[in-house]
């Protein structure tokens, strides 16, 4: 599919220089606009392909002059210039919207709001292992235009995050796997949790007869809004609560069941790497996608046994003195840190802490009164989470900055203590993102 239209794309980051990439490739004008600093890697690579760029301003002369518009998912949707863009009529789309036009690809594509990367990396394992041609993008790694503007491949694994499926309009999923729904992200959806569940269903629109959705199936959210939506697809949901027809389960035996395609093999919970619950329900979605690929519960079986953590994911950092490091900065949310606290089996100072999206941490009271021993703050405003357990009779201090926070946590903590960073908010007040609030943290670890 060549063309020779008009090509905007807004934001000149990993998804938008992905898309400039693809389009010029497909044939169309480019133009990327971004109303802050393009990173150097990125502007060499747009000059390296002749693609006409701007930065800190938004051209609308060139803009409304396009035949469509791509939007990098860090953009709101409620910006003047999107705004504008709809109100005179160009469609404005999202980079998987777009690339989805040019892949013959199988599309695995799995979203939640916790636990996506793990379940994509861990799919992607398997596939790479049973030989499949397989590449791994989206929301982790490289974009899914840029691996596509390099070439196609059998199967994509994408990981689809809700800013990504809100302009995603007629890409479809071969397989959609949806893993949890919890508050998150508010700020980006007019602090309404209907508007951010019902983005996160789009990831199972358009599919048809043959196409498969994988779901938590003791996530109460999902469970009601799957009962009301029409969709050809089969269905298979995974569980630790109830035993199941069709999918995956856990016994009282610690075994988790596959049955697919009505056949059953099960694994031992103990030869998973990665425990906790969320590993758990990570590990059957995976396990389940390869299954319904037809791949040998052999390679399945060896592929979750040997399955490496995701970098700042429940990352054991290192013990020093007997108190053992962990580096959870992707816990950007209270479900998240729920996790995390909840697979902790020593005290646990806790380093919580950076930019609240609205969150409810009455979640994490009863874990926090069970678990943890002291809290350090990390953010620059705390007043949330100090009040939200003020009356717990636990040591509170506040940091701001990884190399403070780590040493007032080694300094609260004895031999036998976990400190735990799990702050349950982004790091945007204090870091460029969760990748370096978790680099600072290991380097503060390294230099106790």
Partial sequence: ?????????????????????????????????????????????????????????HSRAKIFNSDEIIKSPGIPENVDI???SIASGIPVISEIEFAGRFSKAKMICISGSNGKTTTAIMTFDILKKAGLDVCLAGNVGDSFAWKLAERDYDYFVLEISSFQLDTMFK???????????????????????????????????NQEVGDHIIYNADDQVIVEKIKKIKTKALCYPFSQKVTLDKGAYTTDDKKIVFKIKNKEFFMNLT?????????????????????????RKVIIKESLSEFKNVEH???????VRGIEFFNDSKATNVNSTWFALESMTKPVIWIVGGMDK??????????????????????VNNERIIKAFNDYNIPVT????ARDAVKAAYNMGAPGDAVL????????????????????????????
């Fill in 398 to 401: 506040e940091t701001q900055s």
């Fill in 271 to 295: 030869e998973l790497p990665l425990q906790g619950k969320h590993n758990i329900y990570n590990s059957m979605a995976s396990g389940i996608t390869a299954r319904l690929l037809d791949i």
């Fill in 358 to 379: 609205g969150n409810d941490y009455s979640d994490l009271q009863y874990l926090v009164k069970q678990k943890v021993k002291a809290i350090v703050c990390l953010g």
């Fill in 171 to 205: 890409f479809k999923a071969d397989i959609a796997v949806l893993l949890n729904i919890t508050p998150d992200h508010l700020d980006r959806y007019d602090k309404d949790f209907v508007k951010y569940s019902n983005s996160k269903f789009r990831i199972f629109q």
């Fill in 82 to 84: 999107v705004k504008e």
């Fill in 1 to 57: 599919m060549e063309s020779t239209g008009n090509i905007v794309v807004l934001g000149g980051g990993e998804s938008g220089t992905g898309a400039a990439l693809l389009a010029k490739k497909k044939g169309y004008r480019v133009f990327v606009s971004d109303k802050g600093r393009i990173d150097d890697k990125y502007k060499d690579v747009l000059k390296n392909n002749n693609i006409e760029w701007e930065e800190e301003k």
């Fill in 421 to 448: 960073l799990s702050p349950a908010c982004a790091s945007f007040d204090l870091f460029d993102n969760y990748e370096d609030r978790g680099n600072q943290f290991k380097q503060a670890v390294y230099d106790l």
């Fill in 313 to 319: 994911r429940l990352e054991s950092v290192s013990l």
